[in-house]
């Protein structure tokens, strides 16, 4: 199982970006596939989840942020994150992930069985 994420990079605030996350080594479809981020000397957070055709976002990227994907594109799962009005604050290693149960997925990072390396999002103010 292999989970690579892409599409980090420096913007400015206001700017936007898209993740994309590309899982494989199995058909992760059944499962909801989500984003986590991670700011330096932080805790792991939920930032959104994708599950059949459901959504759900933390309260700090509503708006701003839409997941989309999860399902097959040759042979893999691909998820992605458009990130728009981006803000400093929002500064993280973004991890792309899958959730070790089904059903609708929740927001610890303790609930997720695979992770993906990581791609970095600097927002400059």
């Known amino acids: 199982v292999q989970l690579q994420a892409s599409g980090g990079g420096l913007v400015q605030a206001g700017d936007s970006l898209r993740l994309s996350c590309a899982a494989s080594?199995?058909?992760?479809?059944?499962?909801?596939m989500g984003w986590f981020r991670q700011a330096p000397g932080k805790d792991r957070e939920f930032v959104a989840a994708?599950?059949?055709?459901?959504?759900?976002?933390?309260d700090s990227v509503k708006g701003r942020f839409t997941i989309s994907g999860g399902g097959r594109e040759n042979s893999k799962n691909m998820l992605y994150l458009q990130m728009n009005s981006l803000k400093p604050e929002d500064t993280a290693v973004y991890y792309c992930?899958?959730?070790?149960?089904?059903?609708?997925?929740?927001?610890?990072?303790?609930?997720?069985?695979?992770w993906g390396q990581g791609t970095q999002v600097t927002v400059s103010s």
């Open positions: 994708i599950n059949g055709g459901s959504t759900y976002y933390d």
């Open positions: 080594g199995r058909d992760f479809s059944p499962w909801a």
């Open positions: 992930t899958v959730r070790r149960y089904m059903g609708i997925p929740g927001r610890t990072p303790e609930e997720y069985a695979y």
